[in-house]
């Protein structure tokens, strides 16, 4: 069985797909079977990405395709080590199923309240269909300042959860590597890059833990 990452929120424009595409190919790199499930079969935000990543001969390999359904992803799940799924930037009732059948629900949010207020809308409504916090991912993206990174953290931890530790800075050099099929993560960007980085490897560690967790009867 592969293991499973879905990336939810209430709203778009928080960084979800950003933090899926840079999973995905974190993965690739470490040379796992990846796939990214769009299921946002209107945007298609991973589909356009997956499509201008297979012009670089240097880029890891991610199998990249959108789906009407959760169900529809998991068609061929046995050939794959890691299945990501990106789901809309809104809550639909097969958010439910498709958190259920995760390993790690990623929760992004930006630093403004507008965001973070409907997040923890969100991690409440996730642990109230049974989503233990050990699932549970909040990561902080588009940050502009660093102060801006603290006042996300108190309110994050004012509401009983914890970011992990790092954060996506909003850069223009990310959104140009994005297009042109790159992640975050390979990017050229000196210490620029450390809090992203940094936050990658956080969620790597969530990931696996709860594996680890699981295979050995402790995980949910």
């Known amino acids: 069985m592969p293991l499973i990452v879905s990336f939810v929120s209430q709203k778009g424009g928080v960084g979800k797909s950003t933090l899926a595409r840079a999973l995905a190919a974190v993965g690739a790199t470490g040379k796992l079977k990846v796939k990214l499930a769009d299921l946002d079969i209107q945007q298609q935000t991973a589909v356009r990405w997956g499509k201008a990543r297979k012009q670089r001969a240097s880029a890891s390999y991610v199998e990249v395709g959108a789906f009407r359904s959760f169900e529809d992803a998991l068609?061929?799940?046995?050939?794959?080590?890691?299945?990501?799924?990106?789901?809309?930037?809104?809550t639909s009732p097969s958010t439910g199923r498709v958190a259920r059948a995760s390993h790690v629900v990623v929760v992004p949010t930006s630093p403004t309240i507008d965001d973070l207020y409907p997040t923890v809308l969100l991690l409440h409504a996730l642990e109230e269909i049974g989503i233990t916090r050990s699932r549970l991912?909040?990561?902080?993206?588009?940050?502009?300042?660093?102060?801006?990174?603290?006042?996300?953290?108190?309110?994050?931890?004012a509401a009983?959860?914890?970011?992990?530790?790092?954060?996506?800075?909003?850069?223009?050099?990310?959104r140009s590597a994005q297009n042109r099929g790159q992640a975050i993560t390979e990017t050229i960007d000196g210490s620029e890059n450390e809090s992203a980085d940094l936050l990658i490897e956080s969620l790597l560690r969530k990931i696996a833990g709860q594996s680890a967790g699981m295979q050995n009867g402790k995980g949910d």
């Not at 902080?140 to 300042?145: A, D, G, N, S």
């Open 75 to 90: 068609d061929d799940s046995e050939a794959f080590d890691l299945i990501i799924v990106d789901m809309p930037g809104h």
């Open 160 to 174: 009983g959860y914890e970011l992990l530790p790092g954060f996506v800075p909003e850069r223009a050099n990310y």
């Open 137 to 157: 991912a909040v990561v902080l993206c588009r940050v502009l300042e660093p102060s801006e990174e603290k006042i996300a953290r108190d309110y994050i931890d």
